[in-house]
Nanobody, 122 residues
């Protein structure tokens, strides 16, 4: 059973920080690289960051490199996204899921969680 529960989103001002959390079911989390994605209104869902099961390989979208940090706690089936120096263009709904190398492999809506809203505005 797919279970993804994201939390931590909020309304913040530019330059502030947020930490997102995602608790996943074992069927998704175990042995899988995990990732964060985001979707802004009127735009396609896009990749933000990923981390392999052992944490040895981490990737970031160019737009967040140097500002966001992904991490995971395998014992808690939880993946985190520390977001610093937030910008208005980071405004989106953020989702976690296993890592998909291309958007063509993204699953249907039934295999995503509800996401958590991040709004960056002054």
């Amino acid at each position: 059973q797919v279970r993804l529960v994201e939390s931590g989103g909020d309304l913040v001002q530019p330059g502030e920080s947020l930490r997102l959390s995602c608790v996943a079911s074992a069927s998704i989390f175990s042995s899988n690289a995990m990732a964060w994605y985001r979707q802004a209104p009127g735009k396609e869902r896009e990749f933000v960051a990923s981390i392999t099961s052992g944490g040895g390989t981490i990737m970031y979208a160019d737009s967040v490199k140097g500002r966001f940090t992904i991490s995971r706690d395998n014992a808690m089936y939880t993946v985190y996204l520390q977001m610093n120096s937030l910008k208005p263009e980071d405004t989106a709904r953020y989702y976690c899921n296993q890592y998909y190398s291309s958007s063509r492999w993204y699953p249907g809506d039934e295999r995503w969680g509800q996401g958590t809203q991040v709004t960056v505005s002054s």
